[in-house]
T-cell receptor, first 114, second 112 residues
Framework: NAGVTQTPKFQVLKTGQSMTLQCAQD?????MYWYRQDPGMGLRLIYY???????DKGEVPNGYNVSRLNKREFSLRLESAAPSQTSVYFC?????????????FGSGTRLTVV | DQQVKQNSPSLSVQEGRISILNCDYT??????FLWYKKYPAEGPTFLIS?????DKNEDGRFTVFLNKSAKHLSLHIVPSQPGDSAVYFC???????????FGAGTRLAVHP
């Protein structure tokens, strides 16, 4: 089915290790987002890309970097993982960044940093 | 400071009865509100939305009510079904190209 694909689904990292979370969408959407979900905190925006070639910080960008590789792909990188980055990460996309139409989410990556 | 608040972490309802999920917001610039539903091990999926120019929007068993003066919205599910058991997130935006702000979620359990 068309939609947003995230890899990997699960990952355990040691403190200080680095990794990249991959996200790809096949809906020809212009805008893409990375959120993290923590208990009692809801979904918080880490970074977003309004269009290919642009990226901007969201609410909680510290400790992360992103790359909008092309229109389809938007990756999230943890350069030096910390236990506070243990979370479930969701990638999302939307047609043109207009939030009134809602976002399409991937199924998430559950990351544990020990 | 959370701009979108869902103060009830959980709700339990009997099958066939009404489920009412509540959401409060603090930012008067928000003008569009959405509800998302999330099952375990899946991403959130869009459920229903409402513009601030309306006070009610209905889609089948789901109705969202907006009270702008109280900065409060609610999602009504009638009748509730076991398949409705999920976490429900309220989200808001300043309209157009502003990013969605999510609440903490309410876990709904519908039991037979």
């Amino acid at each position: 089915n068309a939609g947003v694909t995230q890899t990997p689904k699960f990952q355990v990292l040691k403190t200080g290790q680095s990794m990249t979370l991959q996200c790809a969408q096949d809906m020809n959407h212009n805008s893409m987002y990375w959120y993290r979900q923590d208990p009692g905190m809801g979904l918080r925006l880490i970074y977003y890309s309004a269009s290919e070639g642009t990226t901007d910080k969201g609410e909680v960008p510290n400790g992360y970097n992103v790359s909008r590789l092309n229109k389809r792909e938007f990756s999230l990188r943890l350069e030096s993982a910390a236990p506070s980055q243990t979370s479930v990460y969701f990638c999302a996309s939307s047609t043109d960044g207009n939030s009134n139409y809602g976002y399409t989410f991937g199924s998430g990556t559950r990351l544990t940093v020990v | 400071d959370q701009q979108v608040k869902q103060n009830s972490p959980s709700l339990s309802v009997q099958e066939g009865r009404i489920s009412i999920l509540n959401c409060d917001y603090t930012n008067s610039m928000f003008d569009y509100f959405l509800w998302y539903k999330k099952y375990p091990a899946e991403g959130p999926t869009f459920l229903i939305s409402i513009s601030s120019i309306k006070d009610k929007n209905e889609d089948g068993r789901f109705t969202v009510f907006l009270n702008k003066s109280a900065k409060h919205l609610s999602l009504h599910i009638v009748p509730s079904q076991p398949g409705d058991s999920a976490v429900y997130f309220c989200a808001a935006s300043g309209g157009g190209y502003n990013k969605l702000i999510f609440g903490a979620g309410t876990r709904l359990a519908v039991h037979p």
